[in-house]
């Protein structure tokens, strides 16, 4: 079967990471994306989920987190603030 180069743009940090990722589990990166076009062509489909990217600020611990410290506020363990805005760098 005559092989030929797939190209693809990505971010030079996210490459670095991937490369050093597959390094750690024993594959290099060809082999990696290569079990990628397998898995989807042998599923018919993207062989894992993919979903927005939720707000954080919603997830279940952050949503306790905030009860939990509202509650602390209420039986007067601690003080309210004024929201502060920092600047973007």
Not at 2 to 24: E, G, P, W, Y
Not at 54 to 60: G, K, M, R, V
């Amino acid at each position: 079967m005559a092989l030929v180069t797939l190209t693809a743009r990505v971010d030079a940090h996210d490459k670095i990471d991937f490369d050093n990722f597959c390094s750690t589990v024993g594959l290099n990166t060809s082999t990696a994306i290569n079990l990628f076009v397998k898995a989807v062509l042998r599923e018919q489909r993207i062989p894992f989920e993919i979903t927005p990217n939720p707000d954080p600020f919603y997830s279940e611990r952050n949503q306790a987190y905030l009860k939990k410290s509202l509650q602390e506020l209420r039986d007067g363990k601690g003080q309210p603030h004024e929201l502060m805005e920092v600047a973007d760098e």
